[in-house]
């Protein structure tokens, strides 16, 4: 019987289990961390590295550790170069993971750490069970649900036919490598598909490169505005009763499909070179046409390339949901009409189960994925343990 049981080993996973260890909230025997993946991070890790992330979106004062300092002071321990960009001091990647890792290590985050899909969760008479694919069943007196969106890659219904054909490849799928050579289109207009563009777009046996994107360049520093960082706009969305109202105010504050300048400067000098093209416009549908990738945009052009690689976000649909909508059911468990938690001001769900990440948006509001979110997140959980 653990004390603790994070389900979720990615930055919203490891935030918890690391604080609750170092605030020896509990010990790793008493923890469990139960992640798909063989490390901590590993998703966010080789997801950054595929799009060929340099800098974090996110401030220097956002990462795991409880010290809103503690990133700059590694920065200057381990001798990085320009470690920070910007005002507001944007990490290196390399830079974060390293910390992050460090984190992870001297806390003891690995020595809870189980490999394997969960794939039920069910109310218990002394707590919550926790079932993995492998026919494992695990207790816990309280239960952290800190599932990622990215393992559910969004699919338009014009790609829907391709998805499984090797030359159609989206961001998240690990299991397949990026193509490397040829003629590439990127279809996607945030952060991800930008990096991912521009990066590609330097790399020699690449032909060419077109970023397919249905508006503009949309360009802010962050994805949503800062003030729902503290009270400044928390205090008003804490007030709404109404969630299906929270979640319309959720919606119209993120930035989505949004860049940063610097992403964007780096575009245009790609774009100078000539081997990258923007393509303002949507698609209407994709087909084989011998060795290429065909699109139909909905200006009735055409677009052909040799790979398509799809940096279309994750579905919108419950974080889980393959297993959590039987618990959902099953134990009753209070839901806004957009499907999501409606959860306490700790976080919790009901009887020590709690939630962080996209899970926990109703209440942590607009920032809850990001890393601000997990901070948030964790400082609520930690409150109550």
Known sequence: MYKWIVIGGGV?????????????????????????????????????????????????????EADPYSLKKFAKLH??????????????????????????????????WRQGLVNKLAKHSIGWEVSVQDGQNFYG?????????????????????????????HIFDLKKDLPNSGNII???????????????????DVNSITLVKRHPFRIHRFDSDPGWLGPKFLTSFDKLTNYKKRREVIQEARYRGSITKDVYINIK???NTGKLHVYNGGVVSAKLEGQCIQLL???????????????????????????????????????????????????????????????????????SRNIAGARKATERILQTA
């Open 269 to 271: 000098k790609q774009i």
């Open 141 to 169: 007196e309280r239960v952290i649900l800190a599932i990622g969106v990215n393992n559910t890659p969004h699919f338009p219904t014009w790609a829907q036919e391709l998805q499984d054909n090797e030359r159609m490849n």
């Open 12 to 64: 919203q996973g490891c935030s918890v289990a690391s604080r609750l260890l170092i605030e020896k909230k509990v010990t790793t025997e008493e923890l469990l961390i139960i992640d798909p993946h063989a490390e901590p991070l590993e998703m966010w890790q080789r997801i950054t590295s595929k799009i060929g992330m340099q800098y974090l979106r996110s401030p220097v004062v956002h990462h795991l």
């Open 186 to 204: 990127v279809v996607g207009g945030g952060m991800t598909a930008a990096q991912l563009a521009s990066n590609l777009s330097k790399q020699q």
């Open 79 to 112: 001798d990085f170069t320009q470690p920070f960009k910007g005002k507001y001091g944007r990490p290196r990647l390399d830079l974060f993971n390293d910390h992050s890792l460090n984190v992870v290590n001297k806390t003891g985050v690995r020595d809870s």
């Open 297 to 367: 945009t909905s200006q009735d052009e055409v677009l052909s390339g040799d790979a398509v690689l799809l940096s279309t976000g994750a579905e919108p649909s419950l974080p889980g949901r393959e297993w959590l909508k039987e618990a959902i059911d099953h134990i009753r468990l209070p839901c806004a009409p957009c499907g999501f938690p409606i959860v306490s001001k700790s976080l919790e769900w009901k009887n020590g189960l709690f939630v962080t990440g996209a899970l926990a948006e109703l209440e942590i509001g607009p920032v």
